[in-house]
């Protein structure tokens, strides 16, 4: 049995405060509970430190409401740090204090001056967000980032974050009007350039701000030459009290350019007021391919010379990555097919106002291209259109996150990884970074800006040996040196954090000038410290970097055979792809709905590891554990769960309750084991973990109602109209709501669904009628496998799915109904789903082995076969397709038929995916639009979120109100659309069932739409 776990509680003067500040009339949110402290205790960066506590503001006036608190002498040990998106890479918000977390409900864009340009929006708001709103207007916040679809506008000012597009753009610093900011005391200031005139009316002030002022002139004053002298003339230059532009092209003081990269050690950032730019109406990329990643670094400053806006580079490493993740098949066709001899792409893009000003962009580079050099180039191709170029950015956005998915303990990490050099001294700076990391026989991934001269480089390391996290302090020292030599800085983009450390090295006699600056704005040392710099006057030093706690360290306490039963999402590395803003990406619908990061996959590995690694202290053998479950059943400790029980509802505190929590609101569609590059499963995660928790605690009665339904429906089919009266009575429903735990349970639509799909012309499969068929005529028949779903409570796809195929020339069969074990697997039954998949799986593997094709129509049930059965069976696995599959495959058969069903009344249809088949085959929208078009017929995909289905999900009575909350935030609006009425057709049986529960009709499957188009032919 696995033990309870007492949690860590909240240091009594982080308690006493956070009490206080709710009785001041602070209207956000203030957690203190392990949980949601452990989730944000981590980053994209190597680093773990476990905050007291996490405070999320509604207003401007609440963070002045914490900052007024903590000036107070009483509190002046406590410390807050500010947090955006959390996809740091050097633990800049990380903090043993307060965080406070803007992107829970400061996230509003407050307005767009179109005839200006410029926007005012909260800290909290998403980059991407604010550019779906800017575009409206044909407009755009200029700094790119990869991560840009969670990264918030607050944590760009915080890091002054740039990206791809920066020697035209410039970094964040370059686009900031003004900012409202909340000093130490609480003091709330809206900052913007001043003249010499306002500058010396803000200095004659006497509190806060005429300090910062008085400083702000006298730095300029006194220490220009020594500024640049120290300050090296790059494009990325030092983020981080930016002495270099304190007076700017307009001789005007501006405070902006000291706080634009100050990561949170001056201010909190509560609003800020952007400059945007026209879009550009068109855009191109040429791809250069090198056969050596040196000579693709070694190319850049020529292709340079063809003035492009932007040009990027991934090596082979990045690219391999990039072709195994689901990211891949948008972009295929833009790649060289088969050959494995590229090791470096440039990508070199063009923007203008006309196709014209593109087109001369690209022979200005084609004819670079056609000029002798001595490196060797592997080709190019062009990529015409914004929509298609977007692609592209997308795949290079994902090599962050690609790169975490190496495979071994052995992952790329981000500690050197940001090092900015003159552009010119990019390549051999590279060579010896190589050569430096050779020694050490270490593989890393590269890709990066090579037009701005910084490049991304990640060496891979196992932070759970202790011998090799000493690497990152020798490599780190080495680098540092490296990068001076070079004429650059360690830190090009991604801020200091932590690695603050080398900046009184690098800055020298400048850096008791950062002090000064740090001490006037912050004299107790309370915002973000050990970050940039520290008041000269406090006895505290800087963080070092291998002397803050790391991931690592915590993983390597999770005993070994624990790590492996849960390795398939332990090794997320906070790159935070799960945070996507965009209500029309399948992943994560529950942080969607919620803002808790909690109910994320991030959230969800971080907690299960910490859960891990306190059971290992605790002395459980987790891998016993779960075998000792599997083999007993049911009655396992029954007596002694009954105990834990009554003591859970005394009041008992297990910190496997908020684990439980927080994976009990997991959907299980699968859609961040598809499309989180690091491919963490927190479906498997949740199944593994219920299977333990429930060990100890009873299940609650909807698990085992839940996991009967799917044998038990052919039992009750024949007491069908039985069954539907009950199911279809209000008062029956509200019965099972309250005592089972679910509601809105489908009604039955067939007694004998085997029955009606031989009346309607299929046969049943088994192995005597298999041996009987002919070779000749085993292409032209299929096996359907059928599911609990579509046979039970959809039949009629079933049936018009044999029609289909008949009409298409076909011999449909359809095998006999066996429970796939789906829901038992989603609750963690896990001894019961293997014994029904083994049992399953081996039928199917007959019928496989016939030769003869296996097809699923519901997705979330087939790729089961696929993934959970694989576990199982190992390669004797059956091969099972999904319906869009096996339709792709008979393309070239279906096109010959000649059956064009357009018609002049036919109208084009659109496509609404199941978030697991979309997420887990990006190809399947492709496949049935290759279907429709071989049939005459168009087929537009339309992208959407989670429907709110998700199975078994949207019938659980708690999750109502979520359900209901992403259908209207992704579905609604579609399926409401008068352009989309008689056209919509859905491919998942959740998602259909919504639409049925929740929209004004039914949408139908794409095979019976297909259908009813050749019955109208045939009937005109």
Not at 727 to 754: E, F, H, R
Not at 804 to 814: A, D, E, H, K, S
Not at 928 to 950: E, P
Request: aromatic share 8%; charged share 20%.
């Amino acid at each position: 049995m696995i033990s309870r776990l007492d949690q860590k509680t909240t240091n009594t003067l982080y308690s006493h405060f956070a009490r206080e500040l709710a009785s001041a009339g602070f209207s956000g949110d203030i957690e203190l509970g392990y949980a949601d402290r452990t989730v944000l205790a981590t980053d994209n960066s190597i680093y773990q430190v476990l905050p007291e506590g996490v405070l999320y503001p509604r207003s401007t006036a609440d963070i002045s409401k914490i900052l007024t608190l903590t000036n107070k002498s009483a509190y002046h040990q406590i410390v807050v740090s500010p947090r955006g998106g959390g996809t740091g890479t050097n633990g800049q918000s990380l903090t043993s204090g307060f965080m406070v977390d803007t992107s829970r409900y400061m996230h509003q864009v407050l307005e767009i001056n179109t005839r200006e340009r410029w926007a005012r929006v909260q800290s909290g708001v998403v980059k991407d967000y604010l550019n779906e709103l800017a575009a409206k207007e044909g407009l755009f916040f200029a700094p790119e980032l990869s991560t840009s679809n969670r990264a918030t506008v607050g944590g760009m000012v915080n890091t002054d974050a740039s990206g791809q597009g920066s020697v035209v753009y410039g970094k964040t610093r370059h686009h900031v009007l003004e900012l409202t900011s909340v000093l130490a005391d609480g003091t709330v200031w809206n900052s913007s350039p001043v003249d010499n005139d306002q500058l010396e009316q803000l200095c004659q002030r006497e509190d806060r701000i005429g300090e910062i002022y008085n400083t702000l002139k006298k730095t300029h004053c006194e220490h220009q030459q020594q500024v640049s002298d120290v300050f090296p003339n790059l494009n990325r230059n030092l983020t981080g009290y930016d002495l270099a532009n304190i007076v700017n092209k307009d001789n005007q003081h501006d405070l902006n350019a000291i706080l634009c990269g100050s990561e949170g050690t001056l201010a909190i950032i509560s609003e800020i007021k952007v400059n945007l730019l026209p879009i550009p109406k068109h855009s191109a990329l040429v791809l250069v391919f090198y056969r050596s990643f040196q000579d693709s670094l070694q190319d850049a400053q020529t292709l340079m010379s063809a003035v492009p806006d932007s040009i990027e580079t991934i090596d082979s490493r990045v690219l391999g990555l990039a072709k195994a993740d689901s990211v891949w098949e948008s972009v295929k066709d833009f790649f060289p097919g088969q050959r494995d001899d590229i090791d470096g792409i440039n990508f070199v893009e063009f923007t203008g106002d006309n196709e014209a000003e593109i087109q001369q962009g690209i022979d200005r580079l084609k004819a670079v291209l056609e000029q002798p050099v001595s490196i060797w180039r592997a080709g190019h191709s062009v990529v015409n259109g914004t929509g298609n170029v977007k692609k592209i950015w997308n795949m290079r956005k994902q090599a962050v996150g690609l790169l975490g998915n190496m495979k071994g303990d052995a992952r790329p990490i981000p500690f050197v990884e940001d090092v900015a050099v003159p552009p010119e001294n990019l390549a051999d700076f590279i060579q010896a970074f190589r050569a430096l990391l050779d020694s050490h026989h270490l593989s890393y991934g590269m890709f990066g800006h090579v037009d701005a001269g910084v490049l991304h480089v990640r060496p891979a390391i196992d932070m759970k040996d202790p011998e090799q996290e000493k690497l990152v302090r020798l490599i780190s020292d080495d680098v540092a040196a490296l990068a001076r030599s070079y004429g650059g800085v360690l830190w090009g983009e991604h801020g200091k954090g932590i690695r603050s450390e080398y900046a009184p090295d690098f800055f020298a006699e400048l850096y008791p000038v950062l002090q000064e600056i740090k001490g006037v704005f912050d004299p107790y040392n309370q915002l973000n410290p050990g970050k940039i710099a520290t008041p000269a006057s406090e006895p505290v030093q800087l963080l070092k970097i291998d002397e803050v706690p790391t991931r690592g360290q915590q993983d390597r306490e999770i005993e070994r055979n624990a790590f492996a039963a849960f390795t398939s999402s332990l090794y997320c590395n906070g790159n935070g792809a799960c945070f996507n803003y965009n209500p029309n990406s399948a992943m994560c619908p529950t942080w969607k709905a919620t803002y808790d990061r909690t109910q994320s996959p991030k959230g969800r590995s971080g907690l299960v590891r910490e859960w891990l690694r306190l059971q290992t202290a605790a002395g459980a053998d987790i891998a016993g554990e779960s075998h000792k479950i599997r083999q007993a059943g049911p009655l396992y400790n029954g007596g002694q769960k009954l105990i834990n029980l009554v003591n859970k509802w005394r009041g008992e505190e297990d910190f496997s309750h908020q684990v439980y929590g927080a994976l009990d609101n997991c959907m299980s569609c699968k859609s961040c084991a598809g499309q989180c590059p690091i491919q963490v499963n927190v479906p498997d995660l949740r199944s593994r973990y219920f299977e333990l928790y429930h060990g100890r605690y009873p299940r609650p009665v909807k698990h085992h109602v839940a996991g009967l339904l799917e044998p038990m429906l052919p039992v009750l089919a024949r007491i069908k109209p039985a069954y539907n009266l009950v199911m279809g009575w209000s008062v029956a429903n509200t019965l099972a709501s309250k005592t089972i735990g679910l509601q809105d349970i489908p009604v039955i639509t067939s007694s004998s669904p085997v029955n009606d799909c031989c009346r309607a012309g299929a046969a049943i499969a088994n192995r005597t009628l298999l041996n009987a068929i002919p070779d000749s005529e085993r292409d032209k028949t299929v096996i359907i496998i059928q599911d609990a779903f579509t046979s039970f409570f959809e039949t009629p796809l079933l049936t018009d799915l044999v029609e289909l195929l008949i009409r298409l020339g076909y011999r449909p069969l359809i095998a006999p109904y066996r429970p796939n074990g789906k829901v038992l697997h989603v609750y963690g039954f896990l001894g019961r789903f293997e014994k029904i998949a083994r049992t399953n799986g081996e039928e199917l593997k007959v019928l496989a082995d016939s030769g003869i094709s296996l097809v699923g129509i519901d997705a979330a049930v087939t790729l089961t076969y696929r993934d959970e059965y694989r576990e199982v069976m190992g390669d004797r696995s059956p091969e099972v397709l999904l319906l869009s599959e096996w339709f792709a495959k008979q393309s070239e058969t279906i096109r010959q038929l000649q059956l064009s069903l357009a018609s002049a009344e036919a109208e084009d249809f659109v496509l609404l995916g199941h978030c697991t088949e979309i997420s887990n085959l990006p190809a399947a929208p492709a496949q049935w639009q290759q279907l429709f078009s071989d049939l005459g017929l168009k087929l537009t995909y339309k992208a959407t979120g989670c429907c709110g289905m998700a199975g078994i999900y949207g019938h659980e009575t708690r999750n109502q109100e979520t359900s209901r909350k992403l259908y209207d935030m992704s579905w609604k609006e579609v399926v409401q659309n008068p352009e989309h009425n008689g056209r919509l057709v859905a491919t998942g049986y959740s998602c259909r069932s919504q639409v049925k529960r929740y929209g004004d009709g039914k949408i139908p499957h794409p095979v019976q739409a297909l259908l009813q188009v050749m019955k109208q032919q045939a009937l005109s």
